[in-house]
């Protein structure tokens, strides 16, 4: 079983940087991969990044490549997802997921565990 809690949205700029940050419960953190999805408003919930096991690979959706970054610490069980140049369009509220089973990592059915989410609001 785990746990996650978003932090670290907000009101930015574009053009500005955001850094969320994911905490999560449980001892196995370092056994699942880890994903950040975001949802727009009248939109699907899509896929971002993620970083899976055992290798922390890490993948990126097409439309934020070079701009993001995620990473994990497993000592810590946190995962963050480094924003920079912001766009308009990446305004979403952003979802840190697990999932104990390897593939299907762009899915959100490859996740069995959801944050509540946090909103980043990025303004033209």
Known sequence: QVQLV????GLV??????RLSCAASGRTF????MG???QAPGKEREFVAAVTRPNDN???ADSVKDRF????????????LQMNSLKP????VYYCAAGRYSGSYT???GYGYWGQGTQVTVSS
């Not at 978003?6 to 949205?9: A, K």
């Not at 369009?89 to 979403?92: F, H, L, P, R, V």
Request: net charge neutral; glycine share 10%; charged share 20%.
């Open 6 to 9: 978003e932090s670290g949205g």
């Open 13 to 18: 700029q574009a053009g500005g940087s955001l």
């Open 30 to 33: 370092s056994m699942y991969k």
């Open 36 to 38: 950040w999805f975001r």
């Open 58 to 60: 890490t993948y990126y």
């Open 69 to 80: 970054a995620i990473s994990r610490d497993n000592a810590k069980n946190t995962l963050s």
């Open 89 to 92: 369009e990446d305004t979403a």
């Open 107 to 109: 899915y959100t059915y």
